[in-house]
């Protein structure tokens, strides 16, 4: 058995036993390791040492129930705290608030189950940060957590530092290097980019445990809000984001062959895994399917690719004095049909806001779609095929969140909310098409 099939089986104990006393000596026994390689091993798989870890699920989970409207100092004793001020300094010490601070600038979802072989987020504690952060000679920090705005689930491998810097990690260096690359070249095409902040030593990013961590200026500017996207002039801003995406694709095509980015095959992915899957959650019918791969089959060699972004939510796009100045949160960068991010871009907007009973909402939404492609067409010329094609690539995108979310516990409300959108873009699918 891998050790982390092996941690695995400890996690779960302890999440099974969080308001029991555990100790590392019976972690290590059941796992069957020495307690020496036990430590060295639980902190090479989960990213920290097993007692962290055990104190950070159990503030986690007692904050979620305090949340829920139990009473903390009940909570606390749950959870083994031996009365409620080490309860309070315990979550401080972690969080750098106190818990009711917490609760108020904080949505608190249900801490979901950690499952170590999906995805390569790693958990850090703001202790380990604070320690990191001396690299770069900074002490007594303010540390703060990020969280999706779409989802309201915590980023598990970013914080801003002091408001104006953002930390990131990583696991894989290639990737890494890759996105410095990324900023350096938007920053001579004219974008605003985090740019890294030299350590004392001189060096870009910093190594701890095989794990990568990376200090950048903080972009100014707001995120842009997806329920934004449906208000005043829309049709005008969903044109200037089209077109911002497109002088980004101008930017990262001038360096394609300089970055090392995966090349997934996305009729391969929809055929071969995408499909299968949502077979096992949903109900369309087969002739949709057939027609689906047949039509996509055909269009799907003669698409450009090159660079893209693969990650253009809302979120991830800075606006300043009303105009698009920059991208941020390269990680899911890659090699794939350009036509991928608007596409992406528009399913984003949909479901972050959809509801299904706003005929009004959604009919917006068919508009803020063509709008987005329309704004990138002006850009970057789009050839008859990719305008047929872009259908099929938002469907692709929907498949691929559906059969994604769907096999992730963490993630089940979204899909529901994903399958829902699948099955209203399946029944408006003549409303899609970009030639009329």
Sequence with gaps: MENVDIIQKSIDYIEENLKAELTVEELAKNSGFSLFHYYRIFQTESGMPVMQYILLRKLKNAIYEISCGKKAIDVALDYGFETYAGFFKAFKREFGTSPTQYLKKHTVNKPHKIILKQG???????KKIRKILTNW?????????????GNGFKLENVWYINGNLVLKVYKNLYRLKNDIKISKSLLKAGFESPTPMKTYDGHDYVIDDDIYFYLTNRIKGERVKSSACYKDDFEIKMQHLGAAIGKLHLALNKFDEEVLL??????ETIKDWAIPEIKKYMDLPDSFYENYLKNFEGLYPDLPRHAIHRDPNPSNIIMKDGKIVGFIDFELSEKNVRIFDPCYASTAILSESFDENDFNKLQKWIAIYMDIIDGYDSICKLSHKEKQAIPFVIFAIQMICVAYFSNIEKYAKLAEVNKKILRWLYDNKDLLNIIR
């Design 120 to 126: 390569e987020y790693i958990m850090i504690s703001h």
């Design 137 to 149: 000679n900074l002490a007594n920090v303010d540390i703060i957590d990020i969280y999706h705005e």
């Design 262 to 267: 995966n090349e997934p095959n996305l009729y």
